[in-house]
């Protein structure tokens, strides 16, 4: 008997031997290279053993770097506002659409962004906040309002990238949430309303407490990816002041392919590694605190 559940376990492993050597070869490699990378300075232009090695010199000088610092806060800020007000909207839209007729419709026109290209999706809003002639600044002439330089004004950049960033993510929530809705029990919404609740009342009561673990997976997704958001910045803040827009992905680029500074860059994105596993971890204690369900 141990013998076959010894021959069964070692089955197992073999069935999951491939992906196992995948995750180590393209995440656990990467990971413990850039560890390695960020001790030392290495231009990438000469053997990585022959580079030298600084111990925390690298970190030391991105945490009393300005232009890094900078970049941090911008990133808390960009993943702070926009995964819960993605989410929020995309709930709240979501259960709309669920009331009303054409859902499927509905689904269709909100999920589009989704399967636009960033670039793409960056060009467009480009045009929209052109500062002469673009839709948004003729709607505010409209109503006798002046013009906004929506992504050269620094104090403005990183809220309208926040807005395209929004507006573009709300899609994947949304179908999400909706099919979350679908399968809540009609039953629980009958009770409510025999018991006088308003549909306020029941979106907040039955609705939401049953999406728990849609919104803890929405949130921890959304927030990783927030982190290391890159491209909507660099694309559509190319004429604003660097320290208004940039990210620690955006500066860790320009550290490594234009500085050409691999050990600061490595530094740079193991920091961010560290950032993002630890909001990971609180936003997955948060939700657990109280039971997945919110019931226990």
Known sequence: MNRQIKRRGIVGYGFIAPALVFYAIFFGFPVVFSLLASFKRWNMLTPFSEARFVGFK???????????????????????????????????????????????????????????PP??????????????????????????????????????????????AVWAGIGSSLLIFSAGIQNIPQAYYDAAEIDGAGPIVQFWKITVPMLRPSILFLTATGMITAWQVFDLPF???????????????????E??????????????????????????????????????????
């Open 58 to 116: 690298h970190y030391i000088y991105l945490f009393e770097n300005e232009l890094f610092m900078r970049a941090l806060l911008n990133t808390c800020l960009y993943a702070l506002i926009t995964v819960p007000v993605t989410i929020f909207l995309a709930l709240i839209f979501a259960n709309l659409i669920h009331h009303s007729k054409f859902p499927a419709l509905w689904r269709f026109l909100y999920f589009t962004p989704i399967v636009t």
């Open 119 to 164: 670039v793409a999706i960056g060009t467009i809003w480009n045009y929209l906040y052109r500062p002469n002639n673009g839709i948004l600044n003729q709607l505010l002439g409209f109503f006798g309002l002046k013009p906004i330089y929506w992504l050269t004004d620094p104090n403005t950049v990183l809220f309208s990238v926040m807005i395209t």
């Open 235 to 253: 694309i559509m803040g190319k004429n604003a002041p660097s320290k208004s827009i940039m990210t620690i992905s955006g500066y860790v680029y």
């Open 255 to 296: 550290t490594a392919f234009q500085s050409v500074r691999m050990g600061r860059a490595s530094a740079g994105a193991f920091i961010l590694f560290v950032v993002i596993f630890i909001v990971t971890l609180f936003i997955l204690r948060a939700f657990k605190k109280g039971g997945i369900n919110g019931y226990e």
